[in-house]
Structure formats: structure tokens, C-alpha cells
């Protein structure tokens, strides 16, 4: 059974540019969760997700920052006008209706 | 203001003894605490969980201590291997939101 995938692993990113990242949950998951981690720092949670829906998008920064889950294909969290400070490491985790997460291995954002 | 924390930055035990890592929460609400162990460049591996209306889960090396009156939680890896070495993440949710919330973690060296 694959794991949650994440693509890309790294980005670069100039100042202004959009930034998207995809997240395919595990076979049978139908809860996404995007985290980002700051250098030092531990993982904050941003967005939770089902299919069509948005659940909880409490931490998510009011703007440039989008996040969506269709009904067919990968989750998509999508950063438009990209900032130095969005530079981070942005985990998606999937999990059936318990509460464990199984998080991918994240995408590194590097905006230049 | 930070729900968990994770106050030892650093942990360094020996191959073969006992590591015990600490979380505390203040968040009256969380119900359910899990641990993660981070590579670099890779994303949090899901170790092992407990509810809050247990006060021990157990599996295999790994046991997860709760005591709910301190709000403390501490996971003891024994015996230790020069493999564990990576970075711990305690996470805490409320079962009704899913969100997790992280400590900072603790970064764990066994020396062989």
C-alpha cells in the first residue's frame, strides 16, 4: 500500500510567482491535512480537508493561500504571490476516519 | 502561546539504556496524544498514540505514559538504538476538530 505522495519535493520560487504542491492521500484515506514547518520549528497545522470540502481552514494565512481536494485527483495547495517567508517545508498527511495522520514526505519551498 | 511543548531540545542516552522524551499540554481539550520521529528531509513517521482515557499504550520498544492531572505526557524507547536517533514530535488533537498541534520537538542521539 503507497504511502502519501507529495510532488514536488522542492520548488524554487522567484518573489510574485504562484507556487502549487500536490498531495495524494493514501488508498482508502479520505482526510487531507496540509502542515507547514518553519526552520526550528515544529509543524502548523493549516488546512483539513475531504473530498469536495473544506473542513477546517483555521490556519490558514487569510490570503494568497488556497487549498482544495477534488473529487477526482490529488489535494492542491496553491500559494499565489509567493514571499520570502512562505520559504518552508509543507507536509500533506491522509487518514481514514480515525485520528491518526500518516504524513508524505513534504515539499520544500524555496522562494528566491 | 504554545498548547504543547517540548522542553528538552536535545536528548543523548547510550545504545541499550532507556530514552525518555516529555511533552507537556495546557489545552484542557485535547483528547488523543501521538508521537512522530523525523529524518531530515524526510516526514514525521507515526509511532504510536494514546487516547486520554487511557494512562499507557505499549508497543513493542515504545511505551506512552499519560497523566492527565499533570498534563504530561512522556514516551520511553527501550532499549535504545543507534537508529532511533532522530527528531520527536509529541501532536495533540481534540478528536472533534482533527487538527494537530505540535510540540517543537526533541532531538534524539543514541550513541552506539
Known amino acids: 500500500n503507497a504511502g502519501v505522495m507529495q510532488n514536488p519535493r522542492h520548488l524554487v520560487r522567484r518573489r510574485g510567482q504562484e507556487a502549487r504542491l500536490r498531495c495524494s492521500p493514501m488508498k482508502g484515506h479520505s482526510h487531507v491535512y496540509w502542515y507547514r514547518q518553519l526552520p526550528e520549528e515544529g509543524l502548523k497545522f493549516m488546512v483539513y480537508l475531504q473530498k469536495e470540502n473544506i473542513i477546517d481552514e483555521s490556519g490558514m494565512p487569510k490570503e494568497r493561500f488556497s487549498a482544495e481536494f477534488p473529487k477526482e485527483g490529488p489535494s492542491i495547495l496553491r500559494i499565489q504571490q509567493v514571499v520570502r517567508g512562505d520559504s518552508a517545508a509543507y507536509f500533506c498527511a491522509s487518514s481514514p476516519p480515525s485520528e491518526t495522520q500518516y504524513f508524505g514526505p513534504g515539499t520544500r519551498l524555496l522562494v528566491l | 502561546d504554545q498548547q504543547v511543548k517540548q522542553n528538552s531540545p536535545s536528548l543523548s542516552v547510550q545504545e541499550g539504556r532507556i530514552s525518555i522524551l516529555n511533552c507537556d499540554y495546557t489545552?484542557?481539550?485535547?483528547?488523543?496524544f501521538l508521537w512522530y520521529k523525523k529524518y531530515p528531509a524526510e516526514g514525521p513517521t507515526f509511532l504510536i498514540s494514546?487516547?486520554?482515557?487511557?494512562d499507557k499504550n505499549e508497543d513493542g520498544r515504545f511505551t506512552v505514559f499519560l497523566n492527565k492531572s499533570a498534563k504530561h505526557l512522556s514516551l520511553h524507547i527501550v532499549p535504545s538504538q543507534p537508529g532511533d536517533s532522530a527528531v520527536y514530535f509529541c501532536a495533540a488533537t481534540d478528536t472533534g476538530r482533527r487538527a494537530l498541534t505540535f510540540g517543537s520537538g526533541t532531538r534524539l542521539q543514541v550513541q552506539p
Open positions: 494514546i487516547s486520554s482515557i487511557k
Open positions: 489545552n484542557s481539550m485535547f483528547d488523543y
